[in-house]
């Protein structure tokens, strides 16, 4: 079995309680909701996504709109839980949008929206994060990637609170993670949860530029304003350098990254990666 599809096997349905949600460290971030969800701390719930937003891109304000109109079993709204219009959006791509972590950190009500990413990508952060387990765990930081695409979450937060809980993931060097918003790729919703981003197998590497050979599936969700989310990112070092190549988190499992490639390269320099604004 591929590690692809091991990473979506795990992503099955969980308890509804957050702190009985699986956070194994040697496995982090893993396992991550397989569709969109409102945690609290009490609960895990199920929210369904009403109409996907016709056009090319939405905006703020759409954004808002969308994701408030998810309705909970008994006929509520997210708009009911918390206030949209005081929120900012978050791309959540790794620890936080794990439900026992954020129950953990004392993250707030918030909802986990599915989304796509185009030609970026999660890859491993260089440094550890020795909190847990030793020698520590990689967190997820985002990468330019030309051509790739791949599921992650997003999610709406109060300014006060999306500053807390990015900073959880400096441990105990500050400044180590910042929220950036993007000046490259796409980030748009997405319908499809059970897409696969390409395969190993499917990247071709000359031994300078590393290229994906299938194309793109074709969108089904309106994109989303870069200018209007916020992206944690590794900016202390950046993310790994597995001579010249990218590690992506949905082809290398924490342990597998760590034990056998980890240390074996060096480091990309985080704005070298990326473009922000």
Not at 152 to 159: A, D, S
Not at 177 to 182: C, D, V
Not at 240 to 259: I, K, L, M
């Amino acid at each position: 079995m591929s590690n692809v599809q091991q990473y979506y096997l795990c992503r099955l349905t969980m308890s509804s309680s957050p702190r009985l949600w699986p956070n194994p460290p040697r496995n982090s971030p893993l396992p991550l909701p397989s569709k969109a969800v409102f945690f609290s701390s009490r609960e895990i719930s199920d929210i369904q996504a009403p109409k996907m937003p016709e056009g090319e891109q939405i905006g703020l304000s759409e954004l808002r709109d969308f994701i408030g109109e998810h309705t909970f079993e008994d006929g509520s709204k997210v708009s009911d839980q918390i206030d949209v219009q005081k929120c900012r959006p978050l791309l959540i791509a790794g620890e936080l949008a794990n439900p026992y972590r954020l129950c953990d950190i004392a993250a707030p009500k918030m909802p986990i929206i599915p989304v796509r990413l185009e030609d970026i990508c999660r890859t491993w952060a260089d440094n550890l994060d020795a909190r847990d387990i030793s020698p520590g765990i990689h967190h997820v930081t985002i990468v330019r990637s030309p051509g790739w695409w791949e599921n992650t979450f997003i999610t709406l937060l109060e300014p006060s609170e999306m500053k807390r809980i990015v900073q959880w993931l400096d441990g105990s060097r500050a400044n180590t993670w910042a929220p950036k918003r993007l000046a490259e790729g796409t980030i748009r919703l997405e319908s499809d949860l059970e897409l696969m981003p390409p395969s190993f197998e499917q990247l071709s590497w000359d031994g300078v530029d590393e290229k994906v050979i299938p194309e793109m599936p074709k969108a089904n969700g309106p994109a989303l304003d870069l200018a209007t989310i916020m992206v944690p990112i590794n900016t202390r070092i950046g993310c790994y350098n597995s001579r010249g190549r990218v590690n992506r988190c949905s082809h290398f499992a924490q342990t597998e990254f760590h034990e056998n490639m980890f240390r074996r390269g060096s480091s990309f320099k985080w704005s070298d990666m990326i473009n922000c604004l």
